[in-house]
């Protein structure tokens, strides 16, 4: 099959500042922007804009969801519903209906009419010729959604969630979800392309970018500035209905992890083995190469996780080395389907799983008042094992706010002050759910800066992160993040990383220590010397190419 060259063009319409919903009509795209009232024409081969509504725009200031069907235009604007005639180059809106509450977004399927309504949270279904109300659905996120429908299905996008939902359109019920690889998605349409017949999921991002301004008029010359991001991107996706989980829009991306000997006291070390776990096999992420980086290194294999050896004999302060690993990754949103139904009936958890993720190994206070306290209030009666999972993320989000600090402190300490950094949001997760009998452990360690524009240009993450896996036995390890979904002060919060994980997450070290040093076959404890006083890490990823599933 010929592939078209839109599958992966990022479209970027000149002009455009503020656009929400898109739509597809006679192979071009068409949406709104909402702080100009411009009604556009947007080529997706060539990003050419054009101004359909020059001598009206006033009336499309404020629009947020557009729709096409049948020579007819849709759009919603605050608390309205409108409509106009494609044929009618006067672009004069008429009032279908007026809701109690702003309307977001808009889809038309034959006689029915789809709207949008973040404030209700919920998809409110009306009948197009009589203008009443027939029904509504319950929407999933807790962002503003946007609105299509595709035959028997219904697709939103959400802006917070940063995700996109497929449901039934006869029910309701979610199908699948899919992570976008950008934030901020905030209208979503399916074109047709014209050569090839391929059909292409397109959704709309927006939103403000960070860029370094030169202002000859000032002194510093280089300012810190904010500026409209509005583009187009197709999203790619694979709903793997066996094992409950959707892949969507991949990258081939090559990740460095070196070390650079620079010790900051004297120090003898003999027979030394210098251990660096490689990046994991899972079910998002899979090693295509792996070449040693300054000086060779064996191979090793613990708990199913690859391990780089270096060696040395010995290493003294005077030695100068830089040594490490280069792979070339792919990496993949995943979002796992898993819903407490599924838990109601599990078998029960081995004794290595006991003995090994429910114990208090890596100073989680689980002994202290406060932190068995908040285990029980984290739960109360709920018996559920994945709705305790999400009521403990729920409690540990209510209880801290983000912050970085030099140190990790124990999670009787965070949970006091109530300011966490990732690392510490992860102890006391980790210790609530150890508590209540859920299996879970530690996982991470970086992600790539998601500029995924920007190809084949080193990046450099500004900070190390870790997150955490829980165990729901026989079904396996599931990801959560430890901080990036409390973005709303005492909620609701977004679900997008309760069990998924964005395509910039790089997994390593599962189940083993990202770095361990070994001296005579004896480990080398951080209270003896930490591998930050014996080295300097230089961590940087490259974006080859964008992968399709």
């Known amino acids: 099959m010929t592939h078209s060259p839109l599958l992966s063009k990022t479209i970027r319409p000149i002009a455009a500042s503020s656009l929400y919903g898109i739509a597809t009509y006679q192979d071009k795209l068409w949406a709104i922007d909402a702080r100009n009232g411009y009604l556009l024409e947007i080529d997706p081969l060539t990003d050419h804009t054009k101004i359909l509504n020059p001598n009206n725009t006033s009336d499309f200031i404020g629009a947020t969801g557009i729709a096409i069907c049948d020579e007819t235009l849709w759009f919603t604007s605050d608390e309205n519903v409108y409509y106009c005639s494609l044929t009618d180059k006067t672009w004069k809106p008429e009032l279908f209906t007026r809701l109690s509450y702003p309307a977001d977004g808009i889809a038309i399927w034959d006689c029915t009419v789809y709207i949008t309504c973040q404030k209700t949270g919920e998809i409110l279904i009306y009948n197009r010729q009589t203008q009443e109300k027939i029904t509504h659905f319950y929407m999933l996120g807790i962002g503003m959604e946007n609105i299509t429908v595709k035959e028997e299905e219904i697709w939103l996008t959400d802006d917070l969630e940063q995700t996109v939902y497929c449901l039934e359109r006869a029910t309701g019920e979610l199908l699948f979800s899919i992570l976008t690889p950008f934030e901020n998605p905030i209208g979503l349409t399916f074109y047709t392309e014209p050569h090839t017949q391929q059909e292409i999921l397109y959704v709309c991002y927006g939103g403000k970018e960070v860029y370094i301004r030169d202002n000859p008029n000032a002194d510093p010359n280089h300012e810190l500035q904010y500026r409209d991001r509005v583009f187009i991107h197709p999203l790619h996706f694979k709903y793997n209905a066996e094992q409950k989980y959707t892949l969507s829009n991949g990258y081939l991306v090559e990740m460095s992890y ?235 919060y977004p679900t997008r990383f309760f069990m998924g994980l964005a395509w910039y997450h790089a997994e390593m070290g599962k189940g083993v220590p990202f770095e361990k040093l070994y001296s005579e076959g004896v480990p080398v404890e951080k209270e003896t010397v930490s591998i930050g006083e014996l080295a300097i890490n230089h961590v940087r990823f490259i974006i080859l190419e964008e992968l399709h599933p």
């Open 258 to 492: 070196v070390e650079e000997i620079a010790p900051l006291d004297p120090i003898v070390l003999k027979d030394l083995e210098w251990r660096i776990a490689l990046p994991a096999e899972t079910d998002r992420q899979k090693i295509r190469q792996v070449t040693p980086v300054g000086l060779p290194f064996t191979e090793e294999i613990h708990n199913g996780q690859r391990i780089a050896v270096f060696k040395f004999d010995p290493l003294t302060s005077k030695q100068r080395y830089i040594f490490g690993w280069k792979a070339i990754v792919e990496v993949w949103s995943i979002k796992y389907q898993i819903t407490p139904k599924d838990c109601e009936i599990l078998p029960p958890l081995t004794p290595e799983l006991k003995t090994k993720y429910l114990v208090d190994d890596d100073n989680l206070a689980m002994h202290t008042e406060i932190i068995q306290r908040a285990a029980q209030d984290a739960i109360a009666r709920e018996t559920n094992i994945l709705r305790k999972v999400y009521s403990i993320r729920n409690y540990v989000y209510d209880k801290l706010r983000y912050g970085i600090r030099p140190q990790i402190d124990t999670p009787d300490i965070a949970l006091k002050r109530g300011v966490g950094s990732c690392g510490e949001y992860l102890g006391v997760l980790l210790a609530l759910c150890r508590l209540n009998d859920i299996p879970c452990r530690t996982v991470g360690r970086y992600k790539c800066p998601p500029e995924s524009d920007h190809k084949n240009v080193p990046l450099l993450p500004d900070f190390n992160h870790v997150w955490m896996e829980f165990y729901l036995p026989g079904i396996g390890w599931l990801p959560m993040e430890s901080n990036p979904d409390d973005i709303i002060e005492g909620g609701p």
